[in-house]
Structures are given as C-alpha cells and as structure tokens.
C-alpha cells in the first residue's frame, strides 16, 4: 500500500458516513487524486476542530496521508469555504448532491480527474451564486454521457449532418434528426424547438463560460424527462437524488 505522506490538495466534500461512536468517513472529491474515502477520527466530538472544514460542499486546501488503497486521512484544513447556499436551501442542495452523485457513478475512485473537478467545483460556484441550478445540472448531465461511454450527436443531423433545419432527438439514430428526417422514426422525442436549442448550446458550451440564462419551466421540464430518460434506459442508472428533485419539483406544482 502506498502512502503520501503529507501531501496538499484540492478537494470538496462530497459525503460523509458515520462510522463508529465518534468517527466519520468522509468521501472527498480532490483535484490531484480523484474521489477519495478519507478517515476522520473523533469528527463527532463537539471539540472536533476540523469539522467545519468536513462538512458536506465544503471545499479548497487541505493536508494528508493519501493511499493508493484503503482509506485516507486528513490532517490539516489550509484555505476551506462553504457553498453556503447550497448547504442551507434544500433545493440547491438537492440540485447539488445530484451533481455530486453523477460524479461518483461516473468515475472509479482513486481516478485521478483533475478537468472534472474544475468543471464540477465551477457547476457548485454557479449554483451558490444563483445561477439556475437545473441548468447546470442539465449540462453536466449532457456532457458527462461520454465519460459513461454513451456518445450522442446533440448538434447536427446524424444523417445528412444539416444544422439549419428544427432538430429532434432519436435514440435509435443516437442523436438529432432534422426535419428532413423525422419520418425515419416514429418514435422520436418530439422536442420543441427551444429544448432542442437549449441542449444544443449545453452539450457545446465550456461551463465556465456559462452565464445566467432564462429558460421557461416548461421547456426545463422536457430537457429533464429526456436526461432522465437517457440516464435510465441508455446509462443504466436511477439515482435517488434525482427521484427527490422529482418529489421536490411536485411539491411546488
């Protein structure tokens, strides 16, 4: 088993887990590292002083013992903030600890995957600052199916590759079909011109030049019913944050 010891990094809280009468696991997300299952001993004792920095969506500087294997440590909390937002407004934690769970789907722990980290850290900042917390889930949802090995044209026609005409998804054809194309499946999305428009410019745009766009209910809705199609039936997953996002956006109806 390889040990670094004392090593600085990046990461943000993703969970933690009880473990024993005063001990918590808690899973980091760390820039150098990939996820990370880390040992945090007495970090339920009232006098615990690092537990604010453990704290789920809490992020930036830390220092410890990282394994190859096994669990980790932490030993120090050098520059750590809070998505104090997320942490306090059920609705933009439920938006985030979605986020969070793609993630740990997506990817083997102990996978180092430094551009996913900047892109998620950049998804929480956007979320804590008042962006729409579902767009930017859409977006990760849309450009995270490659890394689950799910390829899908969301730009152009997968037949003649046109992009000027009104575009429908097809999950036969793996992508959009233009209109000149419809009729080659009966059973397509019939999304609306603006979803369509929107998932376009998600699947395309770098999340840090995302800014705040207005997006009506309506059509967040159907980008939503496919991604949670896709994640279902094409990605195989089904994961309870999504389902709470469900009951929690049925409270609100």
Request: charged share 25%; aromatic share 12%; hydrophobic share 40%.
């Amino acid at each position: 088993m390889t040990t670094i010891a004392n090593a600085n990094f990046t990461g943000m809280v993703m969970f933690e887990r009880s473990h024993r009468e005063n001990d918590l696991l808690v899973k980091f997300l760390t820039r150098e590292y990939g996820k990370r299952m880390f040992f945090i001993k007495n970090a339920k004792k009232a006098d615990f002083k690092l537990r604010s920095a453990v704290l789920p969506f809490s992020y930036g500087k830390y220092t410890g013992l990282i394994r190859s294997s096994g669990l980790s440590y932490v030993n120090a909390a050098i520059d750590v903030r809070q998505f104090e937002n997320i942490f306090q407004e059920i609705e933009l934690n439920a938006y985030a600890t979605f986020i969070i769970n793609l993630i740990d789907a997506a990817f083997e722990d102990n996978l180092k995957i430094e551009s996913w980290y900047d892109r998620i850290e950049r998804a929480l900042i956007l979320i804590d600052t008042g962006n729409d917390a579902e767009i930017v889930s859409d977006l990760i949802q849309i450009q995270l199916l490659n890394s689950f090995g799910i390829s899908i044209t969301w730009d152009r026609c997968v037949v003649c590759g046109r992009n000027d005409l009104p575009l429908d998804y097809s999950e036969s054809f793996g992508g959009m079909l233009c209109r000149n194309h419809w009729e080659k499946d009966s059973h397509r999305w019939n999304l609306s011109s603006k979803s369509s428009r929107i998932i376009r410019m998600l699947s395309m745009i770098s999340i840090f030049k995302l800014g705040q766009i207005s997006v009506s209910d309506t059509t967040k809705a159907e980008i939503w019913r496919l991604m949670d199609s896709i994640y279902k039936d094409q990605v195989g997953i089904n994961l309870k944050s999504r389902s709470f996002i469900d009951q929690m956006n049925n409270w609100k109806a």
